[in-house]
């Protein structure tokens, strides 16, 4: 068995965080915890990230509108639409309380809704959007002054009951995974103890330190869902967003390649949602959401589960230590506080 002290350091370093090694068998998984939390805590964690995501898309659309509405838009005043002007980004009454919207770029509106908002194309809709403000006397629509309604015809919204995909039947099929793979941690131990394996604990210990990390990170991100810090209902949905997303995230290497990609469903779109593409998360995102991919951290997982000889945990490392810069700054934003 190759000694990996290197990446041991690697794995402390790198993904910000430390491990003690010990001598005899050890069981580091948090599965029972992990389940306490989808029996007790997780029905309102749900309902708390479903209600966020519906109350964060509105204001999306908006910071989109603030950037890209003369792009993909024509806006022109009053209800006759005499006359076109620069599209408004904000709720004033400058010449007529009465602005009508028409998409003029379709497609592009809805790809830059999505890649850069988070914002797909289904939970999107045109409506009336009336504000209440205040006005001086003689404007156009509201002779009078004082408060008058604002109304923007045909405006971009989100639609009243967007659906949000349930991610709970992937925790729970992680349950299961992460207990075998404690059971296998055991044995390997054991077996290293009997001399039936040949060895050393460093190795094996530095071989599961991510899949032991990255469990430990998914159970934090979940009471953080219920949990959430900022100091705006902004950024306190954000968090509770992130969080879930980051949960989903750092469980699904555990399931197979199929049941990966099915609990990765809606996780691009809750990650573009909160995160700008610029932020630190998404190195982590790329990395784990790269699921087909021939040197990926489910190779890694795969083979933790599958074996139990001395070249596994060998191949298991090496796979952790040929990942790119990137990879290794992404896993570590999500290994952290860090929301990017």
Not at 11 to 27: G, M, W
Not at 181 to 189: D, S, V
Not at 221 to 235: F, H, I, T, W
Not at 271 to 298: E, H, K, M, S
Request: some cysteine; overall charge negative.
């Amino acid at each position: 068995m190759l000694k990996l002290l290197p990446l041991t350091a690697f794995l402390a370093c790198t993904l910000a965080t430390s491990l003690q090694i010990r001598q005899t068998p050890f069981k580091p998984f948090s599965s029972i915890e992990y389940q306490q939390l989808l029996d007790t805590e997780y029905p309102k964690s749900y309902v708390t990230y479903a209600t966020s995501i519906r109350q964060h898309v509105p204001g999306r659309i908006d910071e989109y509108m603030v950037k890209f509405a003369n792009r993909d838009w024509l806006c022109q005043w009053g209800d006759t639409k005499a006359e076109q002007i620069q599209c408004p980004t904000r709720n004033s009454v400058e010449r007529y309380n009465t602005t009508s919207w028409t998409l003029i770029k379709e497609q592009a509106f809805y790809s830059t809704a999505y890649e850069d908002f988070g914002v797909p194309k289904q939970w999107l809709t045109q409506q009336d959007k009336v504000e209440t403000v205040y006005v001086e006397a003689g404007a156009p629509g509201c002779p009078d002054g004082g408060v008058c309604q604002l109304i923007w015809k045909d405006y971009p919204t989100s639609i009243p009951d967007i659906s949000v995909i349930d991610p709970k039947s992937t925790f729970e099929a992680a349950v299961s995974s992460h207990g075998t793979l404690g059971e296998t941690l055991e044995t390997i131990f054991e077996r290293i103890r009997l001399g039936a394996l040949p060895g050393d604990f460093r190795n094996v210990t530095t071989s599961f330190a991510l899949p032991v990390l990255m469990l430990k990170e998914a159970v934090r991100s979940l009471k953080r869902v219920v949990q959430p810090s900022g100091a705006s209902d902004y950024y306190r949905r954000r968090d509770v967003i992130l969080s879930m997303g980051k949960a989903v995230l750092l469980t699904v290497p555990i399931l197979s390649k199929s049941s990966a990609i099915e609990g990765m469903a809606g996780i691009d779109e809750v990650f573009r949602l909160a995160l700008p593409l610029t932020q630190t998360l998404w190195g982590g995102y790329r990395a784990i959401a790269n699921v087909g991919g021939p040197d990926t951290i489910y190779k890694q997982f795969d083979l933790l589960i599958g074996g139990q000889g001395s070249e596994t945990f060998d191949e298991a490392a090496l796979n952790v230590a040929r990942m790119q810069l990137w990879e290794r700054e992404g896993l570590r934003s999500l290994l952290g506080d860090d929301k990017g």
